[in-house]
């Protein structure tokens, strides 16, 4: 039966109702700041959002996301390809393209769509599309749907990369190599260094998706790449407006001019409807204050290194390096999820990921860090963690 499938799914829910655990879907009720929001009737810490900068709640970001939308009206109401291209769009692209310093950008709604579309559309039957074994769920929904080869490297390792190129030969030249800046459940960073060497030494074409890393390394926020001093081996630049800059939406940069032709050929931008330019303004908004205010990196790097500080020292198992993801691993799923359960009572709303979305088959409490959260935000954190009651160390 074609609905049978998801009878595993929808029993799994039933169970977690029984027991009054919404892991999946709690519902923000208010949000306060870009820190604090009630979630199921309790005022909470967020620290479970992506918002990496902060911005979301930038008094700039929202005036211009406010004049936005009282010029240009609340959506486009069409494709880029047909009626959706505004000249907010174009200056968007123009602002990324500058970023960069590479001649070639286009702009998509949502992040999802644009490694989709891109891996999607870049390579085709004949072709190989090489990606980290933890690639995200866009990158491997797009590689699928290209109809080309896909194999998968060991995660973060460049050896293995080299390895499977050299065993493509010569079709190593017009391979897709595919990874992300950070990664998304475990925060650990690409040896961008050793995979950019081996791209030179075999060929290919390497997109970074920079989604986690956008904002957070690099000069100016321009990501993993530009932080290891390789962004000249990169033939795309992917990623997305939907964490460090605080509104949602996607983009590539790219040195090639055939990216201008790809546009017209990716389905996932012809066939869906432009951002709304309130979207697109406040987009642009936090773009330049993260160009313009390095601050706001550090502040987030020193969040993310005491906090993975404080939790390794409570003895929990977290992720290998620190970074603005600190995740908790857990063997058992049930101790993750009444862990989840008693941080949110505790008042410290975290993301939990279980398997088969966690890489190592371990079940993540993840937290993900702000610019914005304070001293005292994060030691509350960290207290809630170590609490025999309320955290998970007192669940081990
Ligand atoms: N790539 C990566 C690595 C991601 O983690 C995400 C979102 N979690 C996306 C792409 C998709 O971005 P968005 O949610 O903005 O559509």
Known sequence: MLLDKFAPMAQIRAELAAAGIRPFGAVTERLISATEAVVEGRTVILAGTNNYLGLSFDPRCIA????????????????????????????????????YGLPHAMVFTTGFSATQGLCATLAGPGDVILLD????????????????????????DPADLE????????????????????????????????????????????????????????????????????????????????????????????????????RFSTRAYIFTASASPSVVASTRAALAIMRAEPQLQRRLWANAERL????????????????????????????????????????????????PASPTGASLLRCSLSAAHSDAQIGRIIAAFADPVAGAAGAL
Not at 218 to 227: L, V, Y
Not at 320 to 329: E, F, I, N, S
Not at 344 to 355: E, K, Q, R, S
Request: aromatic fraction near 6%; include cysteine.
């Open 64 to 99: 211009d996301a406010q004049e936005a939308a009282a010029r240009w009206g609340t959506g486009t109401t069409g494709s880029r390809m047909a009626n959706g291209t505004f000249a907010e769009h174009l200056a968007l692209e123009a602002e990324l393209a500058d970023l």
């Open 133 to 156: 074994a933890d690639s995200h769920a866009s990158i491997y929904s797009g590689a699928q749907l290209s109809g080309a080869e896909v194999l998968r490297f060991k995660h973060n």
């Open 163 to 262: 390895k499977r190129l050299r065993r493509l030969g010569e079709r190593a030249a017009d391979t897709l190599i595919v990874v992300e800046g950070i990664y998304s459940m475990l925060g650990d960073t690409a040896p961008l260094a050793e995979i950019a060497a081996v791209k030179r030494e075999y060929g290919g074409f390497l997109m970074v998706d920079e989604a986690h890393s956008l904002g957070v390394l690099g000069e100016q926020g321009r990501g993993a790449a530009d932080a290891a001093g390789v962004a000249d081996a990169v033939d795309f630049f992917v990623g997305t407006f939907s964490k460090s800059l605080g509104a949602i939406g996607g983009f590539c940069a790219s040195p090639h001019a055939a990216l201008e032709a790809v």
């Open 308 to 355: 993975y500080a404080g939790l390794r020292d409570l003895g929990l198992q977290v992720g290998p390096q620190p970074g603005p993801v600190v995740a908790v691993l857990l063997d058992d799923r049930d101790t993750a999820l009444a862990a989840w359960q008693r941080l949110l009572d505790a008042g410290i709303y975290v993301n939990l990921v279980v398997p």
